[in-house]
Structure formats: C-alpha cells, structure tokens
C-alpha cells in the first residue's frame, strides 16, 4: 500500500528538469532559426552591394529579404571597388532569448554572417 503515489512523486520531481528541457530545446531552435535568416539577410544585402554604391540599399535589401528585428540587425558594408573586384557585408543580429526563465540567464545572443560577391557596375 505505500507504493501508491510512487508515480505521482516521481513525476512530479522529474517534469521540472523535462520542461526545462523542452523549453532549452525550443530556444535553441528559434536561435538557429535565426542564424539562417542572418545568412539569408547577408546574401541579400550582398547582392544588392555587388550592383548599388549604397550601404543603405544593402541593409534595405537584409531587411527586405529576412523577418528579423531592424532594431537589432547591423549590416557592414565593405569597401566596393571597381568592378570585378569583391565586396564584402557582414550582418550581426542580437538574437532574443524568448523562453521565460531562460532570459534571466542570458537576454540575447549574439549571431553574424558574411558575404562576398564580384561588384558587377
């Protein structure tokens, strides 16, 4: 008879650690999403670099091509030369932790990616 509530106790001492664990789970998939719209967002801005002068274009075209915050994205744009040669953009974005609990520990992390594309005109 003393095994009775053996599984309710049991469980109620394990779901904190496997909610926590999902809710880990689920951050790192939104930051991981996130470093693939930075890659995106850097393919585009470079695209967009290779054929307009304007670092605003660039960073239009990062915006334009991803969903993140403009708030938090940053798009560098490196020195264009002549055509044939290569410009590089770097895009950093400051990812927000989202998972309640989580945030205390850490309130975003940091993702960046670079580009390079031939300046066409």
């Known amino acids: ?20 664990l999902a809710l880990l789970v689920a951050q790192v998939g939104l930051v991981v999403r996130d470093q693939v719209h930075v890659t995106h967002a850097a393919r585009e801005a470079v ?3 290779a054929v307009d002068p304007d670092p605003a274009a660039a960073r239009a075209a990062a915006l334009a091509g ?3 915050d ?4 940053q798009v560098e744009v490196g020195r264009r ?6 410009v590089r953009v770097v895009v950093r974005y ?3 932790v989202r998972v309640p609990g ?11 990616d670079s580009a ?5 005109k």
């Open 1 to 20: 008879m003393g095994e009775r509530g053996q599984a309710a106790v049991e469980l109620a001492l394990v779901l904190p650690l496997v909610v926590t």
């Open 47 to 49: 695209r967009r670099a």
């Open 66 to 68: 991803s969903p993140l």
């Open 70 to 73: 403009p708030g938090r994205l």
């Open 81 to 86: 030369g002549a055509p044939g040669e290569q």
């Open 94 to 96: 400051r990812s927000p």
């Open 102 to 112: 989580l945030s205390t520990l850490r309130s975003e992390v940091g993702l960046s």
């Open 116 to 120: 390079a594309m031939r300046v066409e």
